[in-house]
């Protein structure tokens, strides 16, 4: 059970945009089209903000978009606002058990 | 509006055991697959298991399987994470979570700490 691969760290100004990669194996995110993402500011609880690769739950901005190309899952955050700054977690279902990636921590210049 | 709120967290001697709780309100708990994640002071998230709606189906990480059980009760609404043989690097926050896939809804989360 090996975690997903994550950039440790990015960064962009508001208003630009970034995209953060989560990377896995044919096992994985190649396999099953279960990547999700979460989103965790500060001293607060997981949210679920992308899943089944590209899915936003009701209330996520449009802004927070998903994607799959391969083994490497992607979230791509648009119009980035300072409230955006936090950690981002992508996870993928395998064979009886869910994996994580290490998280990336998102900095809103 | 689903909620979930974790109990049980203590601070227990290495060897120890702990039963964590999460009671579950807001939506419909009898056909919702349940999952306990964790979260180490200052670290990412680790899944830990899942739990079919029906009770018949579990799952575990390799981290806990063998120490961990995971179990609930439909009539009360209730999750449970029976853990046996704490070690220090079991110390974190418990998240139950809804969902097997994905965790769409989150409790609070409960502290565990594992230290002599």
């Known amino acids: 059970q090996s975690a997903l691969t994550q950039p440790p760290s990015v960064s962009g100004s508001p208003g630009q945009s970034v995209t953060i990669s989560c990377t896995g194996t044919?096992?994985?995110?190649?396999?099953?089209?279960?990547a999700s993402w979460y989103q965790q500011t500060p001293g607060t609880t997981p949210k679920l903000i992308i899943f089944?690769?590209?899915h936003r739950p009701s209330g996520v901005p449009d802004r927070f978009s998903g994607s799959r190309s391969g083994n490497t899952a992607s979230l791509t955050i648009s119009g980035l606002q300072p409230e955006d700054e936090g950690d981002y977690y992508c996870?993928?279902?395998?064979?009886?058990?869910?994996?994580f990636g290490g998280g990336t921590k998102l900095t809103v210049l | 509006q689903g909620q979930l709120m974790e109990s049980g967290g203590y601070r227990v001697r290495p060897g120890g055991s702990l039963r964590l709780s999460c009671t579950a309100s807001?939506?419909?708990?009898?056909?919702?697959?349940m999952t306990w994640i964790r979260q180490a002071p200052g670290k990412g998230l680790e899944w830990i298991s899942y739990i079919s709606d029906d009770g018949e189906t579990s799952s575990y990480a390799d981290s806990v399987r063998g120490r961990f059980t995971i179990s609930r009760d439909n009539t009360r609404e209730l999750v449970f994470l029976q853990m046996n043989n704490l070690r220090n690097d079991d110390t974190a926050i418990y998240y139950c979570?809804?969902?097997?896939?994905?965790?769409?809804?989150w409790g609070q989360g409960t502290l565990v700490t594992v230290s002599s």
């Open positions: 044919s096992g994985d995110i190649g396999s099953f089209y279960s």
């Open positions: 089944e690769v590209r």
């Open positions: 979570s809804r969902g097997k896939i994905y965790s769409d809804h």
């Open positions: 807001g939506f419909t708990f009898s056909d919702s697959y």
């Open positions: 996870s993928s279902y395998t064979h009886n058990s869910v994996l």
